[in-house]
């Protein structure tokens, strides 16, 4: 258990804040699909004096003196993530997901160029070029979907790609249940001449641990954040393959530029030196096991759903996440459900659902993963407990419909929240999952952690 003896004296305001987060974790159960819980030593590593020192530029290139340590350390965070991905390069700065993939349109693209990402609502991100992102402004989105079975719609793909010629053609996303098929996507990027970037955020962890493929061979550029499956501190990284210095032997330079000067400035070295924990603890045979087990876990879930009547996009899973479709039971409830899940201590969320008619605000789907259960030590048991009391929460509210008229949609979601707190049925769920969830330590948390020794 880290220690906060210096917090509590100097600050008792944010310390009890802390604890009141810690507590909040420890009796709930994470479900959110990209949320872990990340070793001891990540987070002891994130609380060093490297928080302290600017290092804009790259080792043996600095701007400031003092840049000694921060040099070994970066070049050695840099060695072992190319180790680990099986690439020739990595710049291991990016302040999280979004920076990294701005700055892969800044390296690949001049402004308005065509690029192809898959749309937000079908499970694509942000910056993959959604309406509402900066990255649609500055450059011109073509979106494609996923087929309401959940699978890529690879004649749509192609279509667009003929059509538009984009530049880029990102590939993974934040709700995509089944594996990313790298090498269809790698056959149209080169009949359009496009660069090919795979934002592996999601799935990095599971590629690591062998349990999805690799884009390596596929892909130009691979993005990644660090803190999901992969279970590091919050940021990312930005990978050029073998393939894409053969396409561009300067990509490697131009993403350097426009990481610093371009859109950064200093890197946040405590942050670098926990994903270099990361990491190294990604290389242990334990993480080819733990990686087994979420997917394991996410299966058994899934089947256990399926058991009880709920539909699922795709029908099941290939990795971490599943996604609940809720329209057989009326568009638009996936809000009212993440909150009565959130009552009883299981976070999970709202997410649109391919073909989505609804909007993101009120979406007709909901997000589970099981990247942080996993971590705590559940397995088929604990999978077949969170199943019944969704089930048991979807019985319950089983008549909330969202209104029709979007005026009266806060109206109904905040009566509902009044209801969430006032109805006993809930407070006998609460209790069953803290009873559950407090058996299985946060690693963080725990006062002797056995799973990281
Ligand atoms: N917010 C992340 C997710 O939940 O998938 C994507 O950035």
């Known amino acids: 258990m880290i220690s906060h003896t210096h917090l509590q004296q100097t600050d008792p305001d944010v310390a009890a804040l802390i604890a009141e987060e810690d507590e909040r974790q420890r009796s709930g159960l994470e479900l959110i699909p990209s949320e872990n819980h990340t070793s001891p030593a990540v987070l002891e590593a994130l ?25 070994k350390l970066e070049t050695l965070v840099q060695e072992r993530a190319k180790k680990l991905f099986g690439v020739p390069y990595a710049n291991v700065q990016p ?8 700055a892969v349109y800044s390296a690949l693209c001049e402004p308005h160029d065509p690029i192809m990402g898959l749309n937000l609502l079908d499970g694509g991100h942000l910056t993959h070029g959604w309406k509402f992102s900066m990255t649609s402004k500055f450059w011109t989105s073509h ?26 053609i990102w590939c993974g996303g934040t709700a995509v249940p089944r594996a990313i098929p790298f090498a269809r996507f790698a056959e149209i990027a ?36 660090t803190h999901k499956t992969l279970r590091g501190p919050r940021g990312a990284l930005i990978m050029v393959t073998e393939k894409g210095l053969a396409k561009n032997p300067e990509l490697g ?13 200093g890197p946040h070295l405590n942050t670098i030196a926990a994903i270099g924990v990361a990491l190294h603890e990604a290389e242990l045979p334990t993480f080819s096991d733990y990686a087994a087990r979420i997917v394991q876990n996410a299966k058994t879930l899934a089947d256990a759903l399926l058991k009880r009547g709920f539909t699922l996009i795709s029908g099941g899973t290939d990795n971490h996440l599943l996604l609940l479709d809720l329209t057989p ?125």
């Open 190 to 225: 080169e009949e359009v001449g496009a660069y090919l970037v795979a934002d592996i955020s999601h799935i990095a962890g599971l590629i690591v641990g062998g349990q999805h493929e690799s884009p390596a061979p596929y892909a130009h550029v691979i993005t990644t954040t």
């Open 329 to 453: 039971t009326g568009i638009g409830r996936g809000k009212f459900f993440h909150l009565a899940l959130e009552r009883i201590g299981l976070y999970a969320n709202m997410n649109t659902v391919p073909g989505d008619t609804s909007s993101p605000f009120y979406p007709s789907g909901l997000r589970i993963g099981t990247p942080a259960a996993t971590t705590r030590g559940m397995g088929a048991n604990e999978m077949e407990m969170i199943a019944d009391w969704i089930a048991r929460v979807a019985e319950h509210i089983k008549n909330e419909q969202l209104p029709s008229d979007k005026e009266q949609r806060t109206a109904a979601i905040n009566k509902f929240a009044q209801t969430l707190a006032a109805d006993p049925f809930y407070e006998t769920l609460r209790k069953e999952v803290e009873d559950m969830c407090v058996k299985f330590l946060i690693p963080a948390l725990a006062e002797n952690n056995t799973q990281f020794a």
């Open 95 to 102: 302040y999280s997901g979004s920076p990294a993939n701005l």
């Open 143 to 168: 979106p494609y979907h996923l087929k309401t079975d959940g699978s890529f719609d690879f004649d749509e793909i192609r279509a667009l790609a003929n059509e538009h010629k984009p530049k880029l």
């Open 47 to 71: 609380a060093t004096t490297f928080s302290d020192k600017y290092a804009e530029g790259y080792p043996g290139r600095r701007y400031y003196t003092g840049n000694i340590v921060a040099d």
């Open 253 to 265: 330079s131009k993403i350097d530029k426009a990481i610093i000067p371009g859109l950064q400035g």
